[in-house]
């Protein structure tokens, strides 16, 4: 079993910014595939961003050039800079990962290939 837990979720003006931190345990960080993904009341789970365990990263349309998804193996973390924030970008955002081994870039935005998943953390954009 693999442990995820969100945190860094609250409350942002917009064009503000905020970080979100993803923890995983119960497995080796390094062999796992991490994603983000957002759902937003009344509308369907989207994809945010993914980083690879053998590397490579995937970025939502909406989201791209305003968002960055990092991994620091050794602290066994992910992050998520998200700015130039607008209300559109609030939403419950959930951490997810994979541990297939097999995974491709293509499929990083496909929540099936995550098995394991966090209670997510709210970000909500407002001023």
């Known amino acids: 079993q693999v442990q995820v837990v969100e945190s860094g979720g609250g409350l942002v003006q917009p064009g503000g910014s905020l970080r979100l931190s993803c923890a995983a345990s119960?497995?080796?960080?390094?062999?796992?595939?991490i994603g983000w993904f957002r759902r937003a009341p009344g509308k369907e789970r989207e994809f945010v961003a993914s980083?690879?365990?053998?590397?490579?990263?995937a970025t939502g349309d909406s989201v791209r050039g305003r968002f960055t998804i990092s991994r620091d193996n050794a602290k066994s973390t992910v992050n998520l800079q998200m700015n130039s924030l607008n209300p559109e970008d609030s939403a419950v955002y959930y951490c997810?990962?994979?541990?297939?081994?097999?995974?491709?870039?293509?499929?990083?935005?496909?929540?099936?290939?995550?098995?394991?998943w966090g209670q997510g953390t709210q970000v909500t954009v407002s001023s």
């Open positions: 980083t690879r365990w053998r590397g490579g990263t």
């Open positions: 119960g497995r080796t960080f390094s062999s796992l595939t």
């Open positions: 997810a990962a994979s541990t297939r081994s097999g995974i491709i870039l293509s499929s990083l935005g496909d929540a099936r290939q995550y098995d394991f």
